[in-house]
């Protein structure tokens, strides 16, 4: 589907929009420190991707739950959790996600999946997990696991949880800014768009593409390989501040 979308539309992940969405993602203030991002939605297999890293010892947060955060760390976590699920289009950009990297090394589903072009542009250096599925199994499974969950991308016209708070308080119209049955043609299509946004914001080779589904078999040698990448970013930090 996606190599369908880019093809129809004349591009590859390198150049057109990508540049554009490259350029875009330019800009100071910025940290150096490594961090692992999740730019997959739940439901996508984000986890064992969870479960993955916290084996290697990495701290992890996805959602609400941490794996090897220490409670201090965890107090952190969930400020910074209400802080960002809080935010609305207007100050996505203005937010220090900046200061995330010193309680956690890996970040994972809500509110990381949606603010994900804003925390890419905070750190240069991150290390990027896509978790993927067929968008309309995906679509299919999202309405009826989570059935206030919003369409991909809505994060844009409203605050994280936004989409969420109208569909609890509009259940008769949910289905405009929801996976649901009468909604697939748009969330599949969503969903993909928002995949080739992923693929542009992010450099090739720091890129990790993972598919529980239909690739399982090469999950773990994907999580392995983002694992290396962050521990050698993590070591050239170290050795920078040690000529400092």
């Not at 914001?201 to 983002?226: C, G, I, R």
Request: glycine share 6%.
């Amino acid at each position: 589907m996606i190599s369908s979308l880019l093809f129809a539309c004349g591009l590859r992940t390198d150049e057109g929009l990508c540049d554009g969405l490259r350029h875009w993602n330019l800009r100071g203030n910025t940290s150096d420190h490594p961090i692992i991002i999740g730019a997959g939605y739940g439901t996508t297999g984000t986890r064992a991707v969870r479960d993955y890293f916290a084996k290697r010892g990495l701290r992890v947060a996805h959602w609400r739950s941490t794996k090897n955060m220490g409670g201090s760390e965890q107090v952190k976590w969930h400020k910074a959790f209400r802080e960002m699920t809080a935010l609305s289009p207007r100050n996505y950009s203005s937010y220090n996600f900046r200061h995330l990297s010193s309680f956690v090394d890996v970040v994972l589903d809500t509110p990381i999946t949606p603010l994900f072009p804003f925390i890419i542009r905070a750190f240069p250096k991150a290390t990027v997990v896509m978790t993927h599925r067929n968008s309309t199994d995906w679509a299919k499974r999202r309405a009826s696991e989570h059935p206030l969950s919003p369409v991909p991308l809505t994060e844009f016209i409203g605050s994280v949880l936004d989409a969420e708070r109208y569909n609890e308080s509009n259940p008769a119209r949910k289905f405009e800014i929801h996976p649901h049955d009468d909604n697939m043609a748009t969330t599949t299509l969503s969903f993909d768009l928002r995949t080739i946004m992923v693929k542009c914001l992010v450099e090739p080779t720091a890129l990790f593409e993972v598919d529980y589904f239909q690739k399982a078999d090469k999950a773990q040698d994907a999580l392995s390989a983002a694992f290396d990448r962050f521990m050698s970013t993590r070591r050239e930090g170290s050795k920078l501040k040690d000529v400092q």
